[in-house]
T-cell receptor, first 113, second 108 residues
Framework: DAGVTQSPTHLIKTRGQQVTLRCSPK?????VSWYQQALGQGPQFIFQ???????QRGNFPDRFSGHQFPNYSSELNVNALLLGDSALYLC????????????FGPGTRLTVT | KNEVEQSPQNLTAQEGEFITINCSYS?????LHWLQQHPGGGIVSLFM???GKKKHGRLIATINIQEKHSSLHITASHPRDSAVYIC??????????FGKGTRLHILP
């Protein structure tokens, strides 16, 4: 049973570019959450998707958008990249009815130069 | 002031020592999580608590809802316990708030 997977592992982008990160949830899970973790900080909640809709959102600008597909996989898109967007992006999956039990992926490390 | 505060920020100890990491929060919560993050980024959930105490192997987690405080204890610490330990709470709006983490280094 595969756990949560994320791709790519590492990514280097230039300021102003756009990036798409991908996440496949643990088998059987229907909810995907995205987090940003800057170096030396705890993760911060970006948003959560359930049934292909954004269910909750943290304090992130509209440059951060997402999508959930019918197979429950998800994408995180960031437009007009800033240097400050450099971080580890974590995806976690869960069942909505037991949302507190989240399983985390290995993360995608994004560097913006 | 952060809604979730952890102490200490960094901790170095000798193998075999008893370790305590503390977490204080200022919001009403539905549940509290202790997470472990190894170099490279992957996060593993250790405990989810809403009251009392839980034990798993050498790890013990406690929570005092009235005092808004939780502790993670590691008995007979080992170098493989070296990691960042993160406290996270679920607030009443069902949103998760993370602490900044405690970086633990166990020396052999």
């Amino acid at each position: 049973d595969a756990g949560v997977t994320q791709s790519p592992t590492h990514l280097i982008k230039t300021r102003g570019q756009q990036v798409t990160l991908r996440c496949s949830p643990k088998s059987g899970h229907d909810t995907v959450s995205w987090y940003q973790q800057a170096l030396g900080q705890g993760p911060q909640f970006i948003f959560q998707y359930y049934e292909e809709e954004e269910r909750q959102r943290g304090n992130f600008p509209d440059r951060f958008s997402g999508h959930q597909f019918p197979n429950y996989s998800s994408e995180l898109n960031v437009n007009a990249l800033l240097l400050g967007d450099s971080a580890l992006y974590l995806c976690a999956s869960s069942l909505l009815r037991s949302n507190y039990e989240q399983y985390f992926g290995p993360g995608t490390r994004l560097t913006v130069t | 002031k952060n809604e979730v505060e952890q102490s200490p920020q960094n901790l170095t100890a000798q193998e075999g020592e008893f370790i305590t990491i503390n977490c204080s929060y200022s919001v009403g919560i539905s549940a509290l999580h202790w997470l472990q993050q190894h170099p490279g980024g992957g996060i593993v959930s250790l405990f989810m608590l809403s009251s009392g105490k839980k034990k798993h192997g050498r790890l013990i987690a406690t929570i005092n809802i009235q005092e808004k405080h939780s502790s993670l204890h590691i008995t007979a610490s080992h170098p493989r316990d070296s990691a960042v330990y993160i406290c996270a709470v679920w607030n009443r709006d069902d949103k998760i708030i993370f602490g900044k983490g405690t970086r633990l280094h166990i020396l052999p």
